[in-house]
């Protein structure tokens, strides 16, 4: 059993840059797939970013392309998303997850389904 745990968020200002992390425990870490996805209040939860198991290919959704970069260090079993230029619309509960599934020929997973372990989540608020 995988478990995640976020850490990280908090209360910015529009413009400023924040990096959540999330650090995983159990499993086999380095051979998962890693994702962020975030939910806003009366939203559904949305894709964000994710990352292969060796850190070698990333994908990102339109929100955050250009904006986000999502990265991970195996020997610490921990991966990031620094997010620079912050807006007030990526306000959010950001959560990790793993996917144990994941074969390194594959497209990396963007939907939620994809994804076998979750993290509790963290806060990112984004003020004006």
């Known amino acids: 059993q995988v478990h995640l745990v976020e850490s990280g968020g908090g209360l910015v200002q529009a413009g400023d840059s924040l990096t959540v992390s999330c650090a995983a425990s159990?499993?086999?870490?380095?051979?998962?797939?890693l994702g962020w996805f975030r939910q806003a209040p009366g939203k559904e939860r949305e894709f964000v970013a994710a990352i292969s198991w060796a850190g070698g290919r990333t994908v990102y959704a339109d929100s955050g392309r250009g904006r986000f970069t999502i990265s991970r260090i195996n020997g610490k079993n921990t991966v990031y998303l620094q997010m620079n230029s912050l807006k007030i619309e990526d306000t959010a509960v950001y959560y990790c997850?793993?996917?144990?599934?994941?074969?390194?020929?594959?497209?990396?997973?963007?939907?939620?389904?994809?994804?076998?372990?979750w993290g509790q989540g963290t806060q990112v608020t984004v003020s004006s």
């Open positions: 159990g499993g086999t870490f380095s051979r998962y797939a």
């Open positions: 997850a793993a996917d144990r599934s994941f074969h390194p020929g594959s497209p990396l997973p963007a939907t939620q389904d994809d994804y076998d372990y």
